[in-house]
Structures are given as structure tokens and as C-alpha cells.
């Protein structure tokens, strides 16, 4: 019983994660029909660049106050960094992603070919670029001190950290909720995905719509990245092409441009992935291809998807 | 016609090809030219899914790692023999048919750009399978089979030879292939697929067609490069990479050319040979992706049809303007 | 004759096929100018390239006097244009609200209210199904959200894609009623096939054959020219 607890909560935070990087894979295909195959290695720039201020903030207070790791306010300071180290994160991805967009994808619009292509490019200058900056090999990821560590609530273990992702990852679909179901941009959005031509001839410069997706999408993938390294106590390049194929998993079992499709399917592998690393851990992946194999065989649009 | 219209290239490439043992026996130039033969198989099978249907696939590898894996295990596990070597390689025909079968069934029936996930995904399966499944593949260490390969192929002069009348029959398949009926319909469905559609042709049959043959191809390829290394390795015939060398080596060389892989495989592999020197002198070179990266961006933006195909829109240009000026000096005469 | 818009031979390529190769015409205000031709004459291109969904590549558009020829399209839209597809280009997962308030460009608006109060006193389906997905509705229904859609922004002329295609003769009747209550609030270009229901409606006429005017008149010259009739419409006269 307590295994199965530890197991869902794992695999929910794991599922959380990748519907980080799905939402905005999903969302993208689903309006602009463009694959976005640099999407794990936008959200790994989030990830070390989030990183990297977290750590190095971290470091400089600890630098500057001497016995600044004993004092009771260290721990505050330190999430702070951690917080910090997200916005950054997600700024960077932001940033990358309204580049990519504008420089890659715009200029050869409406070839879906040539744009798939591209962000394949994309992706190859993205991840070489972290080694040269950073290396390549792993770099400890530490998880704030406020929330390392546990509860101990009766028989039950709830790993802090696990919690966190989990709460962060419902308020992010609660706003995307609020988004696409309440505003304006989220109508032109669901709009946009059924019939992009309509949507213009309503006076609605599409486009526009476009990039904010875009940069929303990547900026989300930039927050799973950073999210992702403290959970996993470490960061490595190759690790967005790694979640980037568990999005993928994600985004064709929930169904083209669903966010609530990404959601459902993302905890599906997580906790999929969760009891399959604990039970049968050679064949985590293999399960996920699998349950994705079935659901292209019963519904070829995905769970929540319309179109194919 | 293709060849006709590539011709001197083409016999360059031939001369090249005969006469290069002639001029050196350096094992090491030998054994860069055989894998740069093989990788073009790889390359042209590529080149018919992404060139000739339009359709792009991220896990093209995981047909060369069927290959791979087919006769490095027969022959690790089955010893030296001939029949052991036809057996990998009608293993190898079948598994990559039957593999590229059920993912085009489940993909190809949707919108193109699910092929790219589904393959990526199905291709990370095999890869993880034989990284895990260690009593069979040894998983990441791979094995070494040099001393149950036959001699005959493990002479680096006989197997350059081999190499490069496969490239040359693989290559005399697949150019015919293009030509014929089916090629054609291929193209229809690369320009319109909707027309194709609605011209009677059933389109997801033919992109099956198409899959099958390049994955087939791809294993063959993928059984020549195990026999070039003397080794398997899941990293190595598995690795995402070598999709992306395929990518590399077709954009570059010229999408929808054939031969453009050709070309494309050998300027990937020597360079890549060049810049691993040159990473001595500076570590940015290590990061030679990088530059292959933004070259194969560049080349998607400004050139989409590659080398070749960059090639032979210069020289209409220029043969359709010499016909102009011939026209106008008969006219004036 | 004031005129809203005003073709200029206009030219416009799909990919190598070359489908307009020279249509002119004039939408005078405040009437229901309708163009008429076979299938594949380019009527629906005619309205596409309006909307600068397949640019002109030669000629002019002009919308009160100036060029809009090479604007995109939710510019052109924003000018007061509003756009009822062949196939009504609803959104079938959007509530028949969403669908129209995607459309409302200012919701303080008091006109555009009122428009809406308007339009759905004259297709009184919709409020019924105000909250249920446009992919329910029936295909007359669509027909109507996708005018109401249209009507709402105050636009001063709507392009109207054969709306009777694919409808029940009642649905026609009801559909002609509709326009000529639309017509004396806004300008109408009408493409239409059914010639009942073109000659109900309709002021002036444009007909298009292989992608060029071939004829512009009031329906009683229309009317009266058997000629023109059976040769671009396919309509003959009943031998009594």
C-alpha cells in the first residue's frame, strides 16, 4: 500500500513533468501543424540556464556572508535563488523560443516539411551549444532546502519536492484552463487549431497567435527542464531529447492540440513509467511505445484529439 | 533522366570509386571510402522517404541496427559460415520489412509528421532493447565478432570492392525504382498527396511500399557496416546519430537526387574525419555538430535541394540559356 | 453608381494553375450583387482572393477607392468585410456563443449588440442552441451562424459563398427571406448556383466563365437573354 502511494506520487510528478514539455509540443502542432523537434532542447537551455542561476546565486551569497549556510534565513534565500532560477529559466526559453520562431519557422511557413527540418537543426546547434558552454557531462541538480526531505504523514512518506512539482504542475494547467477556456487569445487559440483560415478572415492576425503559442509552449518546456533537474539531482544534455520522446509518447496518446489530452496522457506514462521502473525496470519505455501503439490502433487522433 | 543528366558526376564517382585501391593500400583510406559507400546506402534509402515520398522519418536507424544485429549475432553465435551470412541477410529483409509494416500501418494513415514521432519512438525501442538485453547484445559494451566473420570479407581490399558494387546495385535498384510507376506515384503524393488521392491511388499503400523498400535498403546497409567494424555496439547501430548523419548526408547532398546522398556521405565522413583532427588543436572542434548543424539549416533554408539538385537547377539554367542563344544566332544568321 | 469594392482584372494563381484571368466588377452599396457561372469558373476564387486568401498576382482590389490588394487577410476582414464560406467555416468544437464571440471585435460596442440582437431574431435557431458545439447544428443552421457571424462586426459588405448549396427548398425559402432582411443593412456579394434563389435576391449580376467576367446586367436583362442563360447557366427555356 505504502509502495503504491510513493509510486502514484512519483509517477504523477513524472507525469507533471512531461506534460510541462507536452502542452507546449501539442498546442504548437495542433494551431501551426509544425513539429516541433526542438522543443526537449529548448526546455534543456531552461534547465541549465535556471540552473546555473540558482546555483550561482547560491553560491555568491554564500560567498559574500560568511556563515551565511548556518543562519536561519539561508534556507530562505536559497528558494528564493531556486524561484529565481525558474523565471530565468523560463524567460530563456521564451526567448529562444520567440528566435526559433521568427528566424526558422516563420521564413519558410507553410511548409511543413522544411519546418520540421529546421527545428531538427535547431535542435542538433541547441544541444551542442550546452556542451560547449557547460560540458557534457553531468552537473548536480540540488533540490532547495526547504523542500528536501519529507512528511511523515501516518504510515505514508510524501517526498517534498514530489508534492511541489505536483502542485506547481496543477496550478500551470489551472491557468492554461483559465487561458484557453476564459480569454479572448485562448478562443482564437481553440479556434485556431480547428480552422486557421476562418480565424483570419475574422479580422484575427493569426500569426500573432503563432508566436505567443510558441513562446508560451517553449517557456513551459523551459519550466519542466528546470523543474526536472532537482528531481532527478542532476542534468545532462542528452536528457531533453530523452523527455522530449516521452512528450511525444504524450502529445499522439492525449491527441493533437488538447491540453487537457497532454494532461490525462502525461500522467498515464508518468505513473506508467513509475510502476515500470519499480516493477520491470527494463521495460519502462517499451510499455509507454506500446500504449501508444494501442491507442494510435483504437482512436488514430489520440484520446482527446479530433483530427488526426 | 537522372543518371544521363548526372552523367559526368556519375563517372567520376565510378572512376573514383574502381580505381582508388589502384593508387593507395593504406588500410585506413580504404576502410573511410568502404563506410562512406555503406553510409550512402543508408543515405539513399533515406533519400526515398524524405526526397521521393516527402515523408520524414526519425528512426531510420533502427532498420540499419536490424541489419547490424542480424549478422553480428548469427555469425557470433552461430560461427564462421557462408550460409550463416545469407541467413543474416534474408533475416535482416524480413524483420525490417515486417517492422516498417506495422509502423506505417500505425502512423501513415494519420497526417506525415506523426511518422517522424512514431518512428522516433519505435527506433528508441530497439535501441533500449538492445541495451538491456545483455546475455543476447552485451548492451552498451557491444561485442567484438571479427574471428567468425569469414576471410574473404574481412580482407579491407575484397570488402571495398563489395561495398562499392553494392552501392552501385543498391543504387541501380533504387534509381529504377524511382522511374517506375510506383516511383512516380510516390512524387504525386511528395507534391499533392490529397490530389493523389483523389486521382484513385490509395496513398497510404504506396507510402507503405516506399517505408518498406527504404527500411529494407537500410538494413542491408546496416549489415555491411557491422561487417566494416568487426563489432555491434547498441549506441553505435542503434544511436539516434546515425539517423541524424542519414538527415545530414541527404539535405546536404541533394533531397530527391539519389546520388545527391552519395555526395552527401562522403563530405559528412570526411569531414567528420578532418574535424576530429582538428579537434587536437582546438575543443571547439569536438562540437563539430554545431557547424554541421547551422550548415544543414542554412542549406534547408536557402538550398532545400542540396549539392545536387542546387547543381543540376544551375546547369538547366545554363543549358536552356545556351539553347536561347544557339535559337537567336540560327535566327540571326 | 457608388461602388464599395471594385475588381480591377484581376489575375490569381493556385500554385501553376492560373483560375482568374481577368475579372472586373463592381459592388455597388447597399444592394446584393450576385455572380453567377458554372462550376469552375471561378466564383469561389473570386471571393478568396477578396479576402486575400489566394492574392491576386495581377490587378487591383479596391475597397473604397484604395488598393488592398496585397494586405493580408485580418487586415482585409478588419476593413468591414465579412466572410460565410462554402462550407461555413464554423468551428465545430466552440459553442455557436464562442463562434460568434470569436467574431465581435469590440464587445462595448453598443452597434455590434445590437446587431446581435438583430440577427438572432431573424435566425432564432441560434439562441436555442446558443450553448451547444456549432458541430451539432444542422447544415441550414450553420449557414445561419456563419452569416449571423459574419453580419455582427458592423461589416459594411459580406461575401456569401453559395449559401443554398447542399440545403432542403424550405431552407432556401427561409435562407432568401433572411438575405433580403440582411440586404438593407449591408452590402452583399452573393456567389450563388441556385437561379431561384440568385433572382430573388439579387440587383445586379456577374457572370464568370473560365475565370473572366463574361457579362454584367440587372436581372431583367438576364432574365430576358435566353442566350447568356443556357450558355453559362445551363438553364433552358421550358418548350410549353
Known sequence: ?308 | ?333 | MNSLLKLNEVNTHINQFHILQGVSLEIPIHQVTVLLGRNGAGKTTTLRTIMGLTPASKGQVLWQEKDITALPTYKIAQLGIGFVPEDQGIFPLLTVAENIKIAIQDENDKQTQENLEWILNIFPDLKIAWKRPAGHLSGGQKQMLSIARAFINNNTLLLIDEPSKGLAPIMVHALIEAIQEIKSKTTILLVEQNFYMASRVGETFYILDDGKTVYQGNIKELVENENLKRKHLGIYKKTV
Open chain 1, 1 to 308: 500500500m505504502e509502495q503504491i502511494f510513493v509510486l502514484t506520487l512519483n509517477g504523477l510528478a513524472t507525469g507533471m513533468l512531461i506534460f510541462l514539455i507536452a502542452a507546449g509540443l501539442s498546442l504548437i502542432f495542433g494551431l501551426m501543424d509544425v513539429l516541433n523537434f526542438s522543443h526537449g532542447a529548448l526546455s534543456m537551455w531552461g534547465a541549465y540556464v535556471g540552473l546555473w542561476i540558482y546555483t550561482g546565486l547560491d553560491q555568491f551569497w554564500l560567498q559574500k556572508l560568511s556563515g551565511f549556510n548556518t543562519s536561519p534565513w539561508y534556507p530562505m534565500v536559497n528558494i528564493l535563488d531556486f524561484f529565481v532560477g525558474i523565471l530565468g529559466g523560463m524567460l530563456v526559453g521564451a526567448l529562444l523560443g520567440w528566435l526559433v520562431e521568427k528566424y526558422m519557422i516563420r521564413p519558410v511557413y507553410g511548409n511543413h516539411v522544411q519546418q520540421i527540418l529546421i527545428t531538427m537543426g535547431v535542435m542538433l546547434v541547441l544541444s551542442e551549444a550546452i556542451k560547449l558552454f557547460w560540458g557534457s557531462n553531468l552537473i548536480a541538480a540540488p533540490v532547495p532546502l526547504m523542500l528536501d526531505g519529507s512528511w511523515q504523514i501516518g504510515s505514508l512518506v510524501v517526498i517534498k519536492y514530489r508534492l511541489t512539482i505536483i502542485i506547481i504542475g496543477l496550478i500551470v494547467l489551472g491557468a492554461l484552463y483559465w487561458l484557453m477556456q476564459k480569454t479572448k487569445i485562448g478562443l482564437y487559440v481553440r479556434a485556431g487549431v480547428q480552422n486557421k483560415e476562418m480565424v483570419q478572415t475574422l479580422g484575427i492576425n493569426v500569426r500573432k497567435v503563432f508566436t505567443l503559442v510558441f513562446i508560451l509552449g517553449t517557456s513551459l518546456a523551459a519550466l519542466g527542464g528546470m523543474l526536472m533537474g532537482p528531481f532527478m539531482n542532476q542534468v545532462y544534455p542528452s536528457m531533453g531529447i530523452e523527455k522530449q520522446l516521452l512528450a511525444f509518447i504524450v502529445v499522439v496518446i492525449g491527441g493533437m492540440g488538447s491540453i487537457f489530452g497532454s494532461a490525462v496522457a502525461g500522467m498515464i506514462v508518468g505513473i506508467s513509467e513509475a510502476f515500470m521502473l519499480y516493477f520491470i525496470p527494463d521495460a519502462a519505455l517499451a510499455v509507454n511505445v506500446l500504449l501508444m501503439a494501442f491507442v494510435l490502433l483504437i482512436k488514430p487522433s489520440g484520446l482527446f484529439g479530433e483530427r488526426g
Open chain 2, 1 to 333: 533522366m537522372q543518371i544521363l543528366k548526372n552523367r559526368g558526376v556519375f563517372i567520376a564517382l565510378l572512376l573514383v570509386g574502381l580505381l582508388l585501391p589502384l593508387f593507395t593500400d593504406s588500410q585506413p583510406v580504404l576502410l573511410l571510402f568502404t563506410r562512406i559507400f555503406i553510409l550512402a546506402i543508408f543515405a539513399m534509402s533515406y533519400d526515398i522517404l524524405l526526397g521521393y515520398t516527402g515523408i520524414i522519418s526519425f528512426g531510420h536507424v533502427m532498420y540499419f541496427g536490424i541489419g547490424a544485429y542480424s549478422i553480428s549475432l548469427l555469425l557470433k553465435h552461430g560461427g564462421e559460415s557462408w550460409v550463416n551470412v545469407l541467413l543474416a541477410a534474408l533475416i535482416a529483409v524480413i524483420l525490417s520489412a515486417i517492422v516498417s509494416l506495422i509502423v506505417g500501418i500505425l502512423s501513415l494513415r494519420l497526417k506525415n509528421t506523426y511518422y517522424a514521432m512514431i518512428t522516433l519512438a519505435f527506433a528508441e525501442l530497439f535501441h533500449i532493447v538492445s541495451l538491456k538485453w545483455r546475455s543476447l547484445t552485451y548492451g552498451e559494451d557491444g561485442f567484438n565478432f571479427s574471428s567468425q566473420i569469414p576471410d574473404f570479407l574481412k580482407d579491407r581490399f575484397y570488402f571495398y570492392y563489395i561495398s562499392f558494387i553494392a552501392l552501385l546495385l543498391v543504387g541501380y535498384f533504387l534509381y529504377q525504382f524511382t522511374k517506375s510507376p510506383t516511383g512516380k506515384v510516390l512524387v504525386a503524393i511528395r507534391e499533392n498527396e490529397a490530389r493523389a488521392e483523389m486521382l484513385g491511388f490509395s496513398t497510404l499503400y504506396y507510402k507503405l511500399i516506399s517505408s518498406t523498400v527504404a527500411g529494407v535498403v537500410a538494413s542491408l546497409s546496416g549489415i555491411l557496416y557491422a561487417i566494416s567494424y568487426r563489432y555491434v555496439g547498441s549506441a553505435s547501430v542503434f544511436g539516434m546519430d546515425k539517423t541524424i548523419d542519414a538527415l545530414l548526408m541527404t539535405i546536404i547532398g541533394g533531397v530527391g537526387t539519389l546520388f545527391g546522398a552519395i555526395i552527401g556521405a562522403g563530405i559528412i565522413n570526411l569531414a567528420h574525419q578532418f574535424l576530429a583532427d582538428l579537434a587536437n588543436f582546438h575543443p571547439i572542434f569536438e562540437r563539430w555538430l554545431i557547424f554541421f548543424g547551422i550548415l544543414y539549416i542554412l542549406i534547408v533554408m536557402f538550398f532545400p535541394s542540396g549539392i545536387l539538385g542546387t547543381f543540376n537547377k544551375y546547369k538547366y539554367k545554363f543549358q536552356s540559356r545556351k539553347v536561347e542563344r544557339d535559337k537567336s544566332h540560327a535566327n540571326s544568321s
